[in-house]
């Protein structure tokens, strides 16, 4: 058996390069675990950089400066949209209505990575949740 691989949701991302002492232990140990595969969306950086220019995330701008950089030392892979990510997460009832989130969701299910998160707003998915 290969790598167990997780999708870091936004907030996880941002604390496991910037605050790791803000994740839970158990996010915290399987990212620090050289058998687990990581993946960064492209949703993420989206997102970050969206919430950068709108001021909601003025922290984010040394990190989106050198994103890959910081990906690449946390290990991760990135995980592009495709058209079938972008179908599902359009699909999803409207009970849920971030389009960020709702991609990470979509993501998560079709590629079949468990998503680390310590949102609950991913409860409305069927996606699988690590907290």
Known sequence: MGPIG????????????????????RTRKLIEDPETRLWVSSASVWEMATKHRLGRLPEAGPLLADVGHYVQRLGADTLAISVEHARLAGSF???HRD???????????LEHLPLM??????DDFPADVVR
């Not at 907030?11 to 839970?24: E, F, K, R, V, Y």
């Not at 960020?100 to 998560?108: G, K, N, P």
């Open 6 to 25: 997780y999708l870091l949701d936004t907030h996880t991302l941002l604390w496991a390069i910037g605050s790791p002492d803000l994740l839970p232990h």
């Open 93 to 95: 009832p409207n009970t």
């Open 99 to 109: 389009p960020f989130d709702r991609m990470l969701a979509a993501q998560s299910i």
């Open 117 to 122: 998160t310590s949102d609950g707003a991913f």
